[in-house]
């Protein structure tokens, strides 16, 4: 079992910046992939983003590429979302996830049921 906790979401203006981290603890070692998803209010939980554990980004929704980067430190066990020029449509809660899954299909990676493990957010709000 991977325990994730998500810190650094606020309220900001519109064109602002935050960057969100994600500290992973438990058994790390069998973790393939991380993820971050978003849910806004009334809607459904969408990817962010995805990067694997041992380095390279999966992929980004294309509502944000070019606006946000995820990273990880391996020897903090932490993921990070950068998140730049954020808009009023990037308000939501917003999650990590991970998953020990190996496949080959980089969308696989996209999909809210691929984690197995998720933190219990963090809250961005961007005032327009």
């Known amino acids: 079992q991977v325990q994730l906790v998500e810190s650094g979401g606020g309220l900001v203006q519109a064109g602002s910046s935050l960057r969100l981290s994600c500290a992973a603890s438990?058994?790390?070692?069998?973790?393939?992939?991380m993820g971050w998803f978003r849910q806004a209010p009334g809607k459904e939980r969408e990817f962010v983003a995805a990067?694997?554990?041992?380095?390279?980004?999966?992929g980004y929704a294309d509502s944000v590429k070019g606006r946000f980067t995820i990273s990880r430190d391996n020897g903090l066990n932490t993921v990070y979302l950068q998140m730049n020029s954020l808009k009023a449509e990037d308000t939501a809660v917003y999650y990590c996830a991970g998953t020990s899954k190996v496949r080959s299909i980089v969308d696989f990676y996209f999909w809210a049921a691929t984690y197995d493990s998720w933190g219990q957010g963090t809250q961005v709000t961007v005032s327009s």
């Open positions: 438990g058994r790390t070692f069998n973790t393939y992939a």
């Open positions: 990067i694997r554990w041992s380095g390279g980004s999966i």
